[in-house]
């Protein structure tokens, strides 16, 4: 048989497409997902942070190892799972990624812009060590349920204003997280949007970050999330390691209270 | 040793690779590894040319070729996984193929024996398509298809 | 030397299955940057993986296959201990070879 015959023989033994039903849709896009997981490219991230993590570097020759969490020095084990917390050091509520800057910034010799020179790479070129440590630190809390703490008044107050920042319509969309995040079975094109006033949709949501998002080949971090959705938004940027940032970051992490923790994962 | 072996590859001083590969028993798999990148086969258009480049001609549709973890619908493009899967006897290469992509060939994979013919992998494609999976067995061409749908996801997640 | 990869070896009854991840950009030459500047074709071309020596899986690739590539498949044979070693050579002449025990 010739090939052109053959291919138009082929397209009749296609099997036919499903009917195009939300229901069959989401199952289908379920199947993708569940297949992308064996084998994920953020375990390159989380190899290489740990290797970060344990390399002398810096002006002062140190590795991160005497870098406290929250759980001691050291404790890299379940430390993800109760951040951010606040730290006395700093007199400050941090988030992981700020926390990581403050002990390449004590520790190691850095300074503050050269610690977060890269926060969101690009390609080989232009790596994000804090993108892999970020990586290696919360595969740690792999399996650890979700235990932030408002004991610190400036815990509380992160968690006030995160709360406040949630609702706040802006930008030239007048959105508002809410807008896209605050109601059931909201999508935006075939992307399911998950309901982050509920327990079980904040819950969902903050346990599967950071992730190896397939559509930029890149490890992306619960930062480089708000960050992109305040430009969604067209709100105006996101600076990386900001108290607005890290008070966002409480809210949604509080409320993600009692689920357990299982990033990084991969998505879309 | 083989930490000296992964020094001995990294800097690729002293011993010849030659050599270094008689002694890390890789002399069998020489062939193998001589084996050039076929830039023919993937710079094809269509089934037939790709297979024209690969050396064999004329493939019978089968439904011993299963497509397997290969979801229809893929969220992102970018990276699709595809499982291939022969039941037919002696296997000796399996072949992905995306109908709509600029070119055919993703991928062939030879398979020797004892290697089961089953593959998986990711590939990239560029939108709604056939994918072709072409066997070969025992010197001849066997093909199935699967079509999958690409979809852009949107914003989030 | 390219960048490490991730290789997943395990034995189970008379079969051992691989898993591997790759760094690798996998560039098609088609891709177009926010300049409008064409990223050149950079991909990993052709892959060895050998059990003992022995050739268990050779492959060849062009630009469609996804970035930080992932493959796995399975072979009869291998016991705890064995080395699966995994080679690959890019467009560029670039190589990266990782090794990994049966586990």
Redesign the interface.
Known sequence: MKPSTLLAALAGIVVAPLVWAQGSTSDEIAKYRAALQDGNPAELWEARGEDLWKQKRGPKQVSLERCDLGRGAGVVKGAYAELPRYFADADRVMDLETRLVWCMVQLQGFTEAEAKKTPFGSGSDRKSDLEALTAYVTSESRGVKMNVALTHPKELEAYRVGEKLFYYRGGTHDFACATCHGEDGKRIRLQDLPNLMTAEGAQKAYTSWPAYRVSQGELRTFEWRLYDCFRQQRFPELIFGSDGAIALTMYLARNANGAVYDAPAIKR | MNDGRRTFLKSGGGVTLLTLLAAAGWLDAEEALAQTWNKAAFDTHSLGDTLHALGGNEPAQSRDIEFVQTPEIAENGAVVPVGVASKIPKTESIAILIEKNPNMLAAVFDVPAGTDPVISTRVKMAQTSNIYALVKADGRYYVAAKEVKVTLGGCGG | ?G??M?IRATLTGD?TEV?V?M?H??E?G?RKDAQGQTSPAWLI??I?V?W??????????????????????????GAKGD?IVV?WIDSRGDQR?D?ASIA
Request: hydrophobic share 35%.
């Open positions: 030397m960048e490490p991730k079969t898993k991840l760094t950009a996998m098609t088609q071309q052709t060895l050998t003992n020596g022995k050739s268990v899986l050779s492959a060849q690739w062009g630009p469609a296959v996804a970035k930080n590539p992932f493959l796995s498949f399975r072979f009869k044979g080395k080679r070879t090794e």
